[in-house]
């Protein structure tokens, strides 16, 4: 009897099917058995059970067939982004210089390298996914042509930030935000036409796990590189800073793009990608197992704030680690939220809502505390455009954490996992469009004209170009200290008035006499 009679005659009975499939993977019949059991569901398409077997048989086939990484446009994708990271990495020829508006000789001030490694690499890693998954090209060249106007518009507005120690800061600020506006870039091609709350989360779960891989690929070949490097050392061989680039930004660049064939299927939607195996499973479950631990260490630090208080408030390296931990927190949030709800069972998940709504509650009171001790800072010293970046970042992370406390109190707990997905998803439009406002905004809030200071002298044009207001200039021979507002000097009368006005003895500038006079 074939297997197409035998399925019609136990199209009813469950046991007697499970009992014959048995038989036919043993005898390794079971592709006989598949194509029979096909054939009579689509003549038969209403039986619940025969429908059953369709999605389990079509299941077992995709795992057994397993995802082909797309290597024949990876490898070649992945060589030329770390072939012009190479090139463009010699700091000698590829440099952002700015000229002395008073002496007009070149000044440099940023690595080229810094600047472009986030467009060309989202240029690259949209060229992948596009050739290898979904050919949507006018997304991928509006997506290219977004990133490449975003770099045009930093390099063409840099120029008119004043003074330089700015115009640094907002290069090295670009370079961070160019960086995340490419990965925006990368998920719009990533996404296509499936932009859901669901299929947006699913990216972002992606690029977690890609951001992981990417590291352990990083930290394999910085390994090899300096075993490579040792043993050539010993024999008295230095390698070639031509050589070591190469090894450093081109072995960078053909990781960013390995890293995503190994995690990402380029023909199947983000939400279609697979979470339940391989490292996607490991990254979830070490992140899981970090949750208890991390709700643990806020709690414990929350207690000891009261002794400490004002730490973040007086140094800033404790703020810059406050901030460190928050975009952290946000990552091992995400990482440890569940992208099916049969990823775990209904105890699991009970108790991972427990701990991500308490991990969130915590960072949320230690991002209001840090909130405050920026703006104290601000307030007291002067806003830069260091410090007025991370205030928006801090903000927008305290409305995704706001968000997703409020949406699992709103939300049942039937649903909780889909709420956390739009919370996040909700999120990383916030990141992406706090990204474009400062790439816009900084060099119009931090603009300058040394023109308006030509009439004072030299040295003091040059102390305005180079060093953030307020100036505060003395001479060699007087103890008097003047402040400098536009063409006029303003006495500093006594130590009192000094203090009072927040200022310190760091900024004051000292020049000749004859300056002053």
């Known amino acids: 009897m074939s297997y197409l009679e035998i399925v019609r005659n136990l199209s009813a009975d469950p046991e007697g099917l499970e009992r014959v499939y048995g038989q036919a993977v043993r005898s390794g019949a079971e592709a006989e058995f598949a194509e029979a059991l096909e054939g009579h569901y689509a003549q038969a398409g209403d039986n619940l059970l025969l429908a059953a077997w369709h999605y ?20 070649p994708v992945g060589l030329l982004n770390g072939l012009l990271l190479w090139l463009l990495s010699d700091t000698e020829r590829f440099a952002i ?13 940023f690595p080229a390298v810094l600047l472009l490694l986030g467009p060309l690499t989202a240029a690259a890693l949209s060229l992948f996914l596009t050739l290898a998954g979904n050919r949507q090209w006018p997304t991928a060249l509006a997506a290219v042509l977004g990133m490449a106007a975003a770099l045009g518009y930093a390099l063409l ?70 075993i490579t490097f040792g043993l050539f050392a010993a024999l008295g061989i230095i390698p070639s800073m031509v050589t070591q680039r190469l090894f450093v930004a081109g072995g960078g660049g053909l990781i960013a793009v390995i890293a995503v064939a190994l995690v990402y299927d380029p023909k199947a939607r983000p939400v279609d990608q697979p979470f ?18 991390a709700v643990i260490m806020l709690a414990v630090y929350l207690a000891f704030i009261p002794f400490n208080w004002r730490e973040p408030f007086d140094n800033r390296s404790i703020l810059v680690a406050f901030n460190a931990l928050l975009f952290a927190v946000i990552g091992l949030l995400l990482g440890a939220t569940p992208v099916r709800e049969d990823d775990l069972s209904v105890r699991g998940q009970r108790w991972l809502r427990r701990g991500i709504i308490a991990l969130a509650a915590l960072a949320l009171i230690i991002s209001l505390y840090a909130m405050a001790a920026i703006v104290y800072r601000t307030l007291n010293d002067r806003l830069t455009p260091n410090r007025l970046v991370f205030v928006g970042w801090n903000i927008v992370n ?80 007087s103890p008097h200290v003047y402040l400098l507002e536009g063409n006029e000097k303003r006495w500093v009368k006594d130590i009192p008035t000094f203090t009072a006005e927040g200022f310190t003895w760091d900024m004051v500038q000292e020049v000749s006499c004859g300056e002053i006079e």
């Not at 389990?56 to 490898?75: E, H, N, S």
């Not at 210089?97 to 001030?109: A, C, M, S, V």
């Not at 490292?279 to 208890?292: F, T, Y």
């Open 56 to 75: 389990r048989l079509a299941y077992a086939a995709k795992q057994a067939k397993g995802r082909v990484i797309q290597w024949g446009w990876a490898l």
């Open 97 to 109: 210089e700015i000229n002395n508006p008073i002496t007009g000789q070149p000044h440099y001030l």
């Open 157 to 226: 507005t840099v120029g008119q930030v004043l003074p330089r120690a700015f115009q640094e800061q907002y290069l090295g600020l670009m370079a961070l935000h160019l960086a995340l506006l490419g990965w925006a870039a990368v998920g719009l091609v990533a996404l296509g036409r499936s932009r859901d709350a669901s299929n947006r989360f699913a990216f972002l779960f992606k690029s977690l796990e890609a951001f992981v891989v990417a590291g352990l690929l990083g930290a394999a070949w910085g390994l090899f590189t300096l």
């Open 276 to 293: 339940d195996e391989g490292l996607s499973k490991l990254v979830a479950l070490l992140l899981r197992l970090l949750l208890p631990l």
């Open 398 to 477: 305290i409305v995704i954490l706001a968000a997703l406390l409020i949406g699992q109190a709103r939300t049942e707990r039937v649903h909780w996992i889909s709420a956390l997905h739009r919370a996040f998803a909700r999120g990383a439009l916030l990141y992406v469009g706090w990204a474009l406002v400062a790439l816009l905004a900084l060099p119009w809030l931090f603009r300058g004209d040394i023109a308006a200071v030509k009439e004072l002298p030299l040295r003091v044009q040059e102390i305005v170009w180079e060093y953030p207001p307020p100036v505060l200039l003395k001479c060699e021979r």
